[in-house]
């Protein structure tokens, strides 16, 4: 089964307003991560917290994790028509083992 | 300094044919990783090299694929022979150190279309 899933599957949204997309997990994790894939081109690293942090901010991005829950929430402030991309998180497991484990993505609309 | 990059960028076959990809990774980067997205699916893992040697190939969905990396620079993955299924895109990826806080940079993907 999925270690990753997200919700929601899609969101579409104007400009400049605040989009939120989640993630939950089933296992232990060492870090979760968020990446950004448009069209055609390779996934982009945004942003990695650890197990043992709480919130974490990289510019427009605010990324929360509940390890209580086995969830994440990535928050994209002021979005802009360039956001437009899926959004995926994934997982490094407590397994020693780096590789990432990935949900099966949010495609974001952003509207002029 | 220049990405991951992969060749080629597409690539259609027809089931029973041959094919093979190829992954450069950023360079001074040991750890190399393929993953794959299938139609609709999500990405999953299908290796990872450190150096030349494969550290963890639990991904590998069966025989048909081979990875290598001789000399530990740039990576292949080969298909053979090649069916319907396998349509998707394979993703490389590098990464500078062994822990699992270093961040994994992708290469764009080839997109795998068997007729």
């Known amino acids: 089964s999925q270690q990753g899933e997200e919700d929601p599957q899609a969101l579409s949204i104007q400009e400049g307003e605040n989009a939120t997309m989640n993630c939950s997990y089933k296992?232990?994790?060492?870090?979760l991560q968020w990446y950004r894939q448009n069209s055609g081109r390779g996934l982009v690293h945004l942003i990695l917290?650890?197990?043992?942090?709480r919130e974490k901010h990289s510019g427009r991005l605010r990324v929360t994790l509940d390890t209580s829950k086995k969830s994440s929430s990535l928050l994209i402030t002021a979005s802009r028509a360039a956001d437009t991309a899926s959004y995926f998180c994934?997982?490094?497991?407590?397994?020693?083992?780096?590789?990432?484990?990935f949900g099966t993505g949010t495609r974001l609309l952003v509207s002029p | 300094e220049a990405g991951v990059t992969q060749f080629p960028s597409h690539s259609v076959i027809e089931k029973g044919q041959t094919v093979t990809l190829r992954c450069d990774p950023i360079?001074?980067?040991?750890?190399l990783y393929w993953y794959r997205r299938v139609m609709g699916k999500e990405i999953k893992f299908l290796l990872h090299?450190?150096?030349?040697?494969?550290?963890?190939e639990s991904g590998m969905p069966n025989n048909r694929f081979l990875a290598e990396r001789t000399g530990g620079t740039y990576s292949t993955l080969k298909v053979q022979p090649a069916e319907l299924e396998d349509s998707g895109v394979y993703f490389c990826?590098?990464?500078?150190?062994?822990?699992?806080?270093?961040?994994?940079?992708f290469g764009p993907g080839t997109r795998l279309t068997v007729t």
């Open positions: 990826a590098s990464s500078e150190g062994a822990g699992s806080s270093y961040e994994q940079y």
């Open positions: 994934a997982t490094v497991l407590n397994t020693g083992f780096q590789k990432l484990v």
């Open positions: 296992t232990s994790i060492n870090n």
């Open positions: 360079s001074g980067h040991d750890n």
């Open positions: 917290i650890r197990s043992n942090e």
């Open positions: 090299f450190v150096k030349e040697s494969k550290q963890d």
